[in-house]
């Protein structure tokens, strides 16, 4: 009896539904385990660097005016988000942010790199992964870079697979935003592009690839 071999809709529905409770529960665990009694030690002496760097004004900061050789932007979204929350103590929470936004990036390259059933388990590895979560547990730029470096990963999976426009700009996006937060960004980037290059060159011609890599490097002009 063939009817009697099918799933019935409530079982279908049971099992669809597991991914997404999986999911749920990662992208939680992710954040509890960052954002655990996050102030529990004291500020380490790079994040007080950071903390007093970012009482500059927001122009100062964006121009590198203290002439620290260090890419502006982590510190620029530090100057913004301490001041919409008005406490220096929301340092930290913007690596916690990060970094559970980061697990939810990796969620999606699984996604594209595996299928939908098993994207999750590549984000519940990087979830309990500890050097990440000691990272994410600072006011530092690391958190922040990770997540760029992520975006840029997953736009390169995009691009491989299907090399549309709005995969350029997301690869384009991520690796500006990437090397503008950490100079850590750029032999990742230089990895990812290559792959990225000749997967668009192969596939459509060199209109794309060319355009989105000249973008790329006029707008990363002012980081030297």
Known sequence: NISSQEPSPSTAE???RIPWL???GVIALGFALR???LHGRG???????ELLLARKPLASVVMDEDDDRF???YR???VVWDGAWGTEAAARWLSVVAGTLTVVVVWRAGAALLDERDAPWPALLLAVCPFHIHFCREGRAYAVNCLFAAMMF?????V?????????????????AAVYTHWYAVPLGCVLWLFAFAAGWRRGGWRRPITAAVATAVLLIPAP
């Open 22 to 24: 999986l999911v749920i």
């Open 160 to 176: 491989l697979r299907r090399g549309s426009r709005r995969d350029w700009a997301l690869l384009v996006g991520s690796t500006i």
């Open 14 to 16: 049971s099992a669809s």
């Open 43 to 49: 500020y380490t002496a790079d994040e007080v660097a």
């Open 154 to 158: 997953w736009a390169a999976l995009a």
């Open 76 to 78: 620029t979204i530090l």
């Open 71 to 73: 890419p502006p932007l």
């Open 35 to 37: 954002g655990w009694n």
